[in-house]
């Protein structure tokens, strides 16, 4: 089983904390990526990213002294964002942080697939950001299969708790042997389930923190999951698709 996460917009550099374990999978990738965001103009790079001056000024200066292999950060503890906050990994014990390291895999623009133990810098390029690199047309056709490929070596079920922009990379590449099980978290309006951003984020990152601090190991189990206010709901889940609902709506 591995839970599949989306990255967050946000980074920080920690290499004192705890070292990174290795260097993520797809790095050949990675620097590709980066020689292609290197020969674009600083303007092109604040076109692509869609971002005021302060900031396209600090983010192409990552990238004009960008060094992948220093002053690396665990992936875990690099993001900064709801999910991560409420998934709380700097508390984690010794078996929760081996626990993530074995289950949780965070999937990057820039990165590909991350283990969260890999050793990552500061970056800033989204998933669905329309970067056409050496003849692909966004970062879709860039990572092909490769991410679904990954996961297909190590499990048989993929826990989908990332957002539709990273999952999309994913899914339509899995190949029939491995299985998907999403997980909704949201409230009921009129018949409808809908999801709200921040809550469904704080929803996911939970999620994982209680998956480690239980050791859970399959995806049945999942469904006691009740922290946040939610509980799952029989009747609106299916075998691949687990729906959560506030306990006040059910």
Same mark, same amino acid.
């Given at each position: 089983?591995?839970?599949?996460?989306?990255?967050?917009?946000?980074?920080?550099?920690?290499?004192?904390?705890?070292?990174?374990?290795?260097?993520?999978?797809?790095?050949?990738?990675?620097?590709?990526?980066?020689?292609?965001?290197?020969?674009?103009?600083?303007?092109?790079? &604040?076109?692509?990213?869609?971002?005021?001056?302060?900031?396209?000024a600090?983010?192409? &200066?990552?990238?004009?002294?960008?060094?992948?292999?220093?002053?690396?950060?665990?992936?875990?503890?690099?993001?900064?964002?709801?999910?991560?906050?409420?998934?709380?990994?700097?508390?984690?014990?010794?078996?929760?942080?081996?626990?993530?390291? &074995?289950?949780?895999?965070?999937?990057?623009?820039?990165?590909?697939?991350?283990?969260?133990?890999?050793?990552?810098v500061?970056?800033?390029?989204?998933?669905?950001?329309?970067?056409?690199?050496?003849?692909?047309?966004?970062?879709?056709?860039?990572?092909?299969?490769?991410?679904?490929r990954?996961?297909?070596?190590?499990?048989?079920?993929?826990?989908?708790?990332a957002?539709?922009?990273?999952?999309?990379?994913?899914?339509p590449?899995?190949?029939?042997?491995?299985?998907?099980?999403?997980?909704?978290?949201?409230? +009921?309006?009129g018949?409808?389930?809908?999801?709200?951003?921040?809550?469904?984020?704080?929803?996911?990152?939970?999620?994982?923190?209680?998956?480690?601090?239980?050791?859970?190991?399959?995806?049945?189990?999942?469904?006691?999951?009740?922290?946040?206010?939610?509980?799952?709901?029989?009747?609106?889940?299916?075998?691949?698709?687990?729906?959560? +609902?506030?306990?006040?709506?059910?």
């Amino acid at each position: 089983m591995r839970f599949i996460l989306s990255p967050a917009k946000n980074m920080k550099v920690d290499t004192d904390s705890l070292p990174p374990l290795a260097l993520p999978a797809l790095l050949p990738q990675t620097q590709r990526l980066l020689r292609g965001l290197q020969a674009l103009s600083h303007q092109q790079r &604040q076109a692509l990213w869609k971002c005021n001056d302060a900031l396209a000024a600090r983010n192409n &200066q990552q990238v004009d002294t960008m060094d992948l292999s220093g002053q690396l950060t665990p992936a875990l503890l690099s993001y900064v964002g709801i999910q991560y906050r409420y998934m709380a990994p700097g508390v984690f014990t010794r078996a929760e942080l081996d626990y993530v390291q &074995q289950h949780v895999r965070i999937l990057s623009g820039f990165y590909g697939i991350l283990r969260p133990f890999d050793g990552v810098v500061p970056y800033r390029l989204e998933m669905g950001t329309p970067f056409a690199v050496e003849g692909c047309k966004d970062l879709y056709a860039f990572w092909g299969d490769k991410l679904a490929r990954f996961l297909a070596d190590e499990t048989d079920l993929v826990v989908n708790l990332a957002s539709k922009e990273y999952s999309k990379a994913v899914e339509p590449h899995l190949p029939a042997s491995v299985s998907v099980l999403k997980c909704t978290f949201g409230s +009921l309006q009129g018949n409808r389930v809908v999801e709200k951003g921040t809550l469904c984020k704080m929803a996911r990152g939970q999620m994982v923190r209680w998956a480690a601090e239980h050791g859970v190991d399959q995806a049945t189990r999942l469904q006691d999951f009740s922290d946040l206010g939610y509980q799952y709901d029989p009747v609106r889940s299916t075998e691949n698709h687990y729906v959560f +609902l506030l306990k006040e709506d059910l």
